[in-house]
């Protein structure tokens, strides 16, 4: 059971990594040229954006005057909490 517990909470961190790109390419993909870029934001965000619509959906009515996506930070948190669960 443990080596289960160490992949699972592999695929968690890279999952983390692919959230952070996710976000930091949102930052430059619309002022960029560079098909490059916006593939992988592209790509990161089909991979990512299907957990956190719900995220989205819970937060918009606390949030839908901010024009701040606080959903990636709180996916990071429950990722993070579930991996330290794993690893204990």
Do not use: C, E, H
Not at 12 to 34: D, E, H, K
Not at 35 to 56: K, N, S
Not at 73 to 84: D, G, K, P, W
């Amino acid at each position: 059971m443990p080596d289960i517990a160490y992949i699972l909470s592999k695929v968690l961190n890279l999952y983390m990594l692919i959230v952070i790109v996710n976000v930091l390419l949102s930052w430059i993909v619309f002022g960029t040229q560079n098909l490059t870029v916006r593939r992988i934001y592209v790509m990161t965000g089909q991979i990512v954006d299907p957990v956190l619509q719900p995220i989205r959906k819970l937060l918009y009515p606390m949030t839908r005057n901010m024009g701040i996506d606080f959903s990636p930070i709180v996916l990071i948190v429950l990722l993070q909490i579930l991996n330290s669960w794993l690893r204990s």
